[in-house]
């Protein structure tokens, strides 16, 4: 009868270690204050055509396009194959202006133009290298980090890739929406982030009906002008 017992148990706890995982959606917005401003360009542009001398504008966006909502604190699913994602340059900037990657992943840099571009990241990863018209090259990423994405001829072009330790991201849209499919039960810490800085963050709990939540970015805190 120990044995029994024993082997009853061991089956109990199979099955157990069996059951699927619950989870649900979660859906949330990311509201921004009246006066928030968006990054500004570091270096002048221009509202021309491609041309190939003056370097183009980035259309203008609202700034939660380019924010990055990812999910902390709870055991993130283990994705079954590598993820990719792909950033074009298009003209003269690269579009998406960031995007965001699982550690381990693979960038694919398409240029969707008519000129060469010799492309590279600042924390020298990914070495110079020319991508013509039509061609694309991929970089892995493995660290967890935030990789600034140049090109060699044209300082104002500027893209980035965030990687990240979890698969439970998304990007906003314009109008601050966001989902994130089958997040695992539990309570998470919800984070957004914008241009190197995390704007904000609050704490939701996942059940498997779902949750929602609404993200509000602070006000900004003027900056103090420069001492003489």
């Not at 148990?9 to 928030?36: E, Y």
């Not at 055509?49 to 504008?57: C, I, Q, S």
Request: net charge positive; glycine share 8%.
């Amino acid at each position: 009868m120990r044995g029994f017992g024993v082997r009853l148990a061991t089956l109990v706890a199979i099955s157990m270690c069996a059951l699927p995982v619950l989870a649900g959606p979660l859906k949330g917005t990311v509201v921004l204050p009246a006066g928030f401003k968006p990054a500004t360009q570091r270096h002048p542009t221009h509202w021309r055509v491609e041309n190939g001398v003056l370097p183009v504008a980035h259309p203008l966006r609202d700034p939660r396009t380019e924010m990055i909502v990812y999910l902390e604190g709870g055991k993130a699913p283990t994705p079954d194959k590598p993820q990719t994602a792909v950033m074009e340059v298009v003209g003269y900037r690269f579009d998406p202006y960031c995007i965001a990657i699982l550690a381990g992943g693979t960038v694919e840099f398409k240029n969707t133009g008519r000129v060469s571009h010799v492309i590279y990241d600042k924390q020298k990863v990914m070495t110079p290298g020319s991508i013509k018209p039509g061609e694309s090259r991929k970089q892995k990423y493995h660290a967890e980090g935030e990789y600034e994405i140049r090109e060699e001829e044209f300082p104002h072009m500027r893209g980035v890739v965030k990687v990240l330790s979890t698969p439970l991201y998304a990007k906003p849209d314009a109008k601050g929406v966001f989902k994130l499919e089958s997040v695992p039960d539990g309570k998470w810490t919800v984070k957004v982030w914008y241009r190197g800085t995390v704007l904000t963050q609050a704490t939701v709990e996942v059940t498997d009906d779902g949750a929602e939540v609404t993200l509000k970015v602070p006000e900004q805190k003027p900056v103090a002008p420069a001492k003489k």
